[in-house]
């Protein structure tokens, strides 16, 4: 049987605050919350109050709610305007995490048995699964973590998952080879990364085929050549520095700042925009240093927000 859902949506004049984008969600993203009330009283505080934090779930012992829709976004993450928890990420709240015990306990198990039903629903496995920390750094699901059980969680929701008869991979026996001119059409809140990542090319590649210097300008409708020659085979489309940069007094700037920032937003991790706060502006300041830091989290490196060899290495294969 599956799990019923309690909707108490937002209010539609609130979304510029709690939801503004609309979302074709990529990932699910779990957190523990900061106190022990209840499903009921999580949404109703959140959908009540003045501020942009928002969540789509929240789930105790007893029943799950939700609080936004799945086709909207929601500010859960910490990743910044753009980032992919924020944009690409179903939030799940749950219960009960101050003080832990029973109903933690049931509010726990009642979240992985519905996880697994939204990763049932949409076809995914547990690879879709994020924690709050992996997107910012933040130590949340702070309950789960700080009891070290974060993969007993994911292989409880595999369980779950396999159960429902979800998570099988699919045969490899059919795929595809792009046809020489093959191209995609850009569609509204695609960004150049997961473009490339779902049709098997690379960034660069994609820049180079088409002409595009700023992998954040593409416009929707806009048609993309993913095979065929370029004018330009350089090894990578996105110079990067060598040496080492991090926050300092007075902070770094220049045109190797820039390039670091440049090649982040191209993989997603820093944001692009012409907003207050935001943007490329090659200053290696606090911004970057936690952009940085998500890639590092992100990648299985050191997370320090200093850029180095290992992180530069890192990111030009990932572009290549």
């Not at 179903?90 to 832990?100: D, F, L, N, T």
């Amino acid at each position: 049987m599956s799990i019923a859902v309690k909707k108490r949506l937002v209010p539609s004049d609130k979304y510029a605050l709690k939801c503004p984008n609309p979302m074709d969600p990529e990932f699910i993203t779990i957190h523990n919350t900061a106190n022990d009330a209840s499903a009921a009283n999580e949404i109703s505080y959140m959908t009540g109050n003045t501020e942009s934090t928002s969540y789509h779930f929240a789930v105790d012992d007893d029943e799950v709610i939700q609080g936004i829709p799945l086709d909207r976004n929601a500010w859960h993450s910490g990743d910044g305007t753009n980032g992919t928890g924020n944009r690409k990420s179903i939030a799940v709240e749950i219960c009960y995490s101050k003080s832990g015990g029973a109903r933690y306990q049931a509010a726990e198990a009642l979240a992985i048995k519905f996880v697994a039903q939204l990763l049932k629903e949409r076809g995914w496995g547990v690879d879709k699964i994020r924690k709050h920390q992996d997107w910012n750094g933040k130590y949340c699901p702070h309950r789960i973590l700080s009891e070290g059980r974060w993969d007993q969680v994911k292989a409880a929701i595999a369980a779950e998952l396999e159960r429902l008869g979800g998570g099988k991979v699919p045969s490899p026996a059919k795929t595809e080879t792009k046809p020489s001119g093959a191209t995609y059409t850009v569609k509204k809140g695609d960004v150049l990364s997961v473009i490339a990542q779902k049709n098997g090319v690379s960034v660069a590649t994609l820049q180079s085929l088409n002409g595009i210097k700023n992998p954040n300008l593409i416009k929707v409708g806009q048609v993309l050549k993913l095979t065929g020659s370029s004018s330009s085979r350089k090894k990578s489309s996105f110079p990067l520095p060598s040496g080492i940069f991090k926050v300092t007094s007075p902070l770094t700037r220049g045109e190797s700042v820039k390039e670091i920032q440049t090649a982040l937003s191209a993989l997603h991790y820093y944001p692009d925009k012409s907003a207050k706060n935001f943007g490329i502006d090659s200053v290696y300041g606090a911004k970057t240093a936690d952009a940085v830091r998500r890639f590092q989290l992100m990648n299985g490196l050191k997370a320090d927000g200093s850029y180095g060899p290992k992180t530069k290495a890192k990111i030009q294969r990932l572009l290549k």
